[in-house]
Structures are given as structure tokens and as C-alpha cells.
């Protein structure tokens, strides 16, 4: 179902039970999977594919490229064979209002449940984001980010380009992670207005006195 002033261009692929809200526009050969919702005023580029069932909110821009809705990364290894099984992965992707995904980033549906990706939340090109993953409000993540399935990302956090989060992790409300820093699995990171960075990451004050100490120590060896 097309809302009025949609705008399809050439090329695009719209499976069955599509919805698409009123003034959205749908870049040359974008694929919509099966059941797809897409909200009104939501701009898609070119090539991007969408699995089925995802639900996009309003005003969304997906930038060119992107792919969501793909499976997780998700294995587990037979005892007996030695070999890794696929673990299904049947749950849901949902985006709300007034995001932005960038070129050629992916976002995994969840396993069992949903990944949500929460209003006004900015990503940028090259961001990967797995399975089960939590977004909130008005976060910022730069470009080659890495988010491991289950973490949970909190209101207003800024994560800086190259950044690796690992499964299980929560960033707190308002904290910010520098470029490369890395957060090991089921790490909480706390601390509203702070910059961490490093890996493992921790308070900049910290990591920059330890650094300072690496030197005197470097220097009383010469």
C-alpha cells in the first residue's frame, strides 16, 4: 500500500505487503522484503535493502547501500561435529522517528526479540550494528563502528569513528567513547558528560596519567 506523493524510482523492488507512508521516497533499486512498514517523508537512496518485516518511523533517511534487517551473527558449535550450527534468527528490526543511517552501514533483526533503534539517532557510514541491540534517543555514532549483539546504547551518547563494543555492553546515558576505543563484553560505562578512551576504554584523565607514567618510565630506561 502507497501512501499519496510516494516517489519510486527505477529499478526498486516491492514485495507484497509493503507499506509505505505518504511522501516517501524510494531510491533506484532498493529491495523491500515482505511486510515491510516504512513511515511518511522517509527518504531511501539508492540500493538500499530492507528484510522483511522491519519497520521504519518518520521522516527516516537510509542512506546508500545500507542493508537492514539482516540476520545476526549468530552460531553455535555441535559437541559432536565440531561444526558451527546457524541459531535462527526470526525476531524484529525497529527504527523510529527521525533517524539517519549511513552508506553501507547494516543492521541485524534480533534473534528471538527486537533490535530498536530509537528517535532522532544519527549513524554514520560504515557502522555495523548486531543482533538484540538497544539504541537510545539522539545518540551519535561516527563511521566503522563495531556494536556486538545485546549491548545497549543509552540516551545521548556520542561514539566516536572506529569504536568496538562487544556483546552484552551498556554505555549509559550521556557518556562519551573516543575513536578506537574498545569495550569489553558486559562492560557498563557510566558517567554522563565524560570521555573514555582506550582499550580497555576509561576516563581520559586516567588513560592519559597512565600514558604519562609509560613515558617517565621509558625515559628512566634511556
Known amino acids: ?18 507499506e509505505i507512508g505518504e511522501g516517501t521516497r524510494v531510491g533506484a533499486g532498493c529491495v523491500l522484503g515482505p511486510g515491510v512498514k516504512i513511515g511518511r517523508d522517509c527518504r531511501l537512496y539508492p540500493n538500499v535493502t530492507i528484510y522483511p518485516m522491519v519497520r521504519l518511523g518518520d521522516r527516516v533517511v537510509i542512506h546508500a547501500g545500507a542493508v537492514l534487517g539482516s540476520d545476526g551473527f549468530g552460531f553455535v558449535r555441535d559437541a559432536q561435529t565440531g561444526r558451527y550450527e546457524k541459531f535462527p534468527q526470526i525476531g524484529r528490526l525497529e527504527i523510529e522517528d527521525d533517524v539517519e543511517i549511513g552508506a553501507n552501514s547494516s543492521v541485524d533483526r534480533g534473534a528471538l526479540d527486537v533490535t530498536r533503534i530509537r528517535r532522532g539517532t544519527k549513524i554514520d557510514n560504515l557502522v555495523h550494528v548486531g543482533h538484540n541491540v538497544d539504541i537510545g534517543e539522539d545518540v551519535v555514532i561516527a563511521a566503522q563502528t563495531g556494536i556486538s549483539g545485546s549491548a545497549v546504547i543509552e540516551n ?67
Request: no cysteine.
Open 156 to 222: 545521548g551518547v556520542i561514539i566516536g569513528g572506529q569504536v568496538g563494543i562487544a556483546d552484552h555492553v551498556r554505555i549509559e546515558a550521556g557518556a562519551i567513547l573516543g575513536a578506537q576505543s574498545g569495550i569489553p563484553s558486559k562492560k557498563v560505562i557510566r558517567g554522563n558528560g565524560i570521555v573514555f578512551w582506550g582499550t580497555p576504554a576509561r576516563p581520559i584523565k586516567e588513560y592519559l596519567r597512565e600514558l604519562a607514567v609509560l613515558a617517565k618510565l621509558r625515559k628512566k630506561e634511556e
Open 1 to 18: 500500500m502507497l501512501g499519496k506523493n510516494v516517489s519510486v524510482e527505477e529499478r526498486a523492488v516491492i514485495r507484497q505487503n509493503v
